[in-house]
């Protein structure tokens, strides 16, 4: 059963554009949601995250939202550039004693010229 | 320079034969995580640690083991009992922290097996 799902395989947008980026899960007792980013052969890299007391997180041009009653979390680029092309994955946990991250099966966002 | 080296990048292997993954880290961190990435799949559990000398098992554990003797050091045994072993494999490492839990990750390491 996948708990935290990404529906999306593929995403392109325009540079300069809004990339959105989706991500649901079905487990209630995760309170704590990550996105990495990553490039072909290489590890996963942290790029935000959100705890359940919140509704929004911003870094840069980076910023994830959730929305706990839909249990659906979303990351918006904004301008995309070019080098944000990689397959992005959320991840989620149950906090404190609970340190495991389960991981959606990521979307591969390319960032057209 | 703080961060978590894995070694080697690439491996070979021969059907029936057990190899190990090295995994290092010098960032202090408390907890180390081993997972497996297949093409068009998530991040998958193999193996988690806590804390020196415990461990336990993630979602994958069947065919792998591990140990925690340092706790900078979390290899990886990959055993013949693993029927699919080809794979991305990633280490991870994290605090363990009521504020935050983001894992750090190596550089992986693609193992084959001919």
């Known amino acids: 059963d996948q708990q935290v799902k990404q529906n999306s395989p593929s995403l392109s947008v325009q540079e300069g554009r809004i990339s959105i980026l989706n991500c649901d899960y079905t487990?209630?007792?995760?309170?704590?949601f990550l996105w990495y980013k990553k490039y072909p052969a290489e590890g996963p890299t942290f790029l935000i995250s959100?705890?359940?007391?919140?509704d929004k997180n911003e870094d840069g041009r980076f910023t994830v939202f959730l929305n706990k009653s839909a249990k659906h979390l979303s990351l918006h680029i904004v301008p995309s550039q070019p080098g944000d092309s990689a397959v992005y994955f959320c991840?989620?946990?149950?906090?404190?004693?609970?340190?495991?991250?389960?991981f959606g099966t990521g979307t591969r966002l390319t960032i057209i010229p | 320079d703080g961060g978590i080296t894995q070694s080697p990048k690439y491996l070979f292997r021969k059907e029936g034969q057990n190899v190990t993954l090295s995994c290092e880290q010098n960032l202090n961190h408390d907890a180390m995580y081993w997972y497996r990435q297949d093409p068009g799949q998530g991040l998958r559990l193999i193996y988690y640690?806590?804390?020196?000398?415990?461990?336990q098992k993630g979602d994958i554990a069947e065919g792998y083991s591990v140990s925690r003797e340092k706790k900078e050091s979390f290899p990886l045994t990959v055993t013949s009992a693993q029927k699919n072993p080809t794979a991305f494999y990633l280490c991870a490492s994290s605090m363990i922290s009521r504020l935050a839990n983001e894992q750090f990750f190596g550089p992986g390491t693609r193992l084959t097996v001919l």
């Open positions: 991840a989620a946990s149950g906090g404190f004693g609970n340190e495991k991250l389960t």
């Open positions: 959100i705890s359940s007391i919140k």
């Open positions: 487990n209630s007792m995760f309170d704590y």
């Open positions: 640690s806590q804390i020196v000398n415990d461990f």
